[in-house]
């Protein structure tokens, strides 16, 4: 018997040397920032980060958020009167006057093509009638879509003291407005025709995201600059189906950043089974001592490379299963966490029909019967 169960041990031992054989390990990209996340566009998956929910100054990504929050209240044909305050919003500004009307689709192609500050400004006043009132619609929908570390108090990403968000929010609203396909539209612009009404002819604006045209696949997102922020990017990019966004804040060289993380993304990490529909994912025992069979109502696949956080599960279930049971019955759900962000949860059921003993007895007596009658 002793023998028996050393062979297992060591046959175990050599199928996980197997599999770490099989699966090389790949070292996570270097960054020139300290505060930076690659998050999987399909499920919402952190792969890879750092110090992805600390607050920071943001800059000018806040203008995504921004974006959303307009499109929910503002049609792109309305127009918006430029006010005095709007003009003389600090740079980076597009030079708008006082007075001076513009569509909601002018404005947004100036606050998230061009990053300016003076767009921004006009579209919140329009959409609230205050920039402060709008600022809070911006954290009550940042809250919603699930960013609940973001607190802004202006459009346009100025400095100020309490204008805060995390890498983790940022991948999340970037996420979210790639969903949305006149910012996605806008996003993916390298260059795009902006009627300025100071000038006669459209003036051509130019992305501040130059990963655009370096980067293969590259759709998105916003950029940002603050001496307080530093040089930070929400970038995202497409391939063969795939959509992963980044994040880097801080940085001393965003675009690279950015870049090497994407290809990490793409290149660097696999597919994991970690729920598999109808596999048994634990037994319960019943009071009549019956193992009740537990399984998940659909796979879950997550990404994994070298430097993914942790991915944990985290179970809410009954545990005084009455029988008899069916098979497909509801007893709870499984929730899946990677670096203590939620990515989903499943209903887990009950994986066979579970009669009591009486049952079964009841059910012999009957057949017994029925065989007594028929002879």
């Not at 606050?111 to 205050?130: I, P």
Request: aromatic share 6%; charged share 20%; hydrophobic share 40%.
């Amino acid at each position: 018997m002793i023998l028996k169960l050393l062979k297992t041990l060591m046959i175990i031992v050599f199928l996980q040397l197997g599999v770490g054989l099989c699966s090389p390990v790949i070292a996570a990209p270097y960054m020139s920032s300290s505060y930076y996340g690659l998050m999987d566009g399909e499920n919402g998956q952190l792969i890879l980060s750092r110090n992805a929910n600390e607050p920071r100054p943001v800059a000018s990504t806040t203008k995504i958020l921004t974006a959303i929050v307009v499109l929910d209240y503002a049609d792109l044909s309305e127009v918006a009167t430029v006010s005095e305050k709007a003009a003389h919003t600090p740079q980076y500004a597009i030079g708008l006057k006082a007075g001076q009307k513009l569509e909601i689709r002018e404005l947004l192609k100036a606050s998230l093509v061009k990053s300016a500050n003076d767009a921004a400004v006009v579209l919140a006043e329009h959409v609230a009638g205050d920039e402060r009132f709008f600022a809070h619609l911006m954290n009550k929908k940042a809250f919603l879509l699930g960013a609940s570390q973001t607190h802004f108090e202006n459009s346009s990403g100025l400095p100020s003291r309490d204008h805060l968000s995390t890498v983790y929010d940022l991948a999340l609203l970037g996420r979210y407005a790639l969903t949305i396909p006149e910012i996605a539209e806008l996003v993916k612009s390298r260059q795009i025709k902006f009627r300025h009404p100071s000038y006669r002819e459209p003036l051509i604006l130019n992305n501040t995201n130059t990963l655009l045209e370096s980067y293969p696949g590259a759709n998105g997102i916003k950029t940002g600059t603050t001496n307080a922020a530093g040089k930070c990017l929400v970038a995202s990019a497409q391939r063969n189906g795939r959509q992963l966004i980044a994040v880097t804040l801080h940085a001393a060289n965003r675009q690279a950043d950015c870049a090497r993380l994407l290809d990490y993304g793409f290149h660097e990490t696999r597919q994991i089974t970690i729920l598999a529909k109808e596999e048994t994912f634990k037994e319960i025992p019943s009071h009549g001592g019956q193992l009740i069979p537990i399984v998940p109502e659909r796979d879950v696949v997550l990404w994994i490379g070298e430097g993914t956080p942790n991915i944990e599960k985290r179970v809410y279930m009954d545990y005084q299963i009455k029988i008899p049971v069916k098979k497909g019955t509801r007893v709870g759900s499984v929730s899946i966490f990677a670096d203590n962000k939620h990515v989903e949860s499943v209903p887990l059921l009950v994986g066979a029909d579970i009669n009591s003993h009486e049952n079964k007895i009841e059910n012999w007596l009957r057949n017994f019967l029925s065989r007594l009658k028929e002879s």
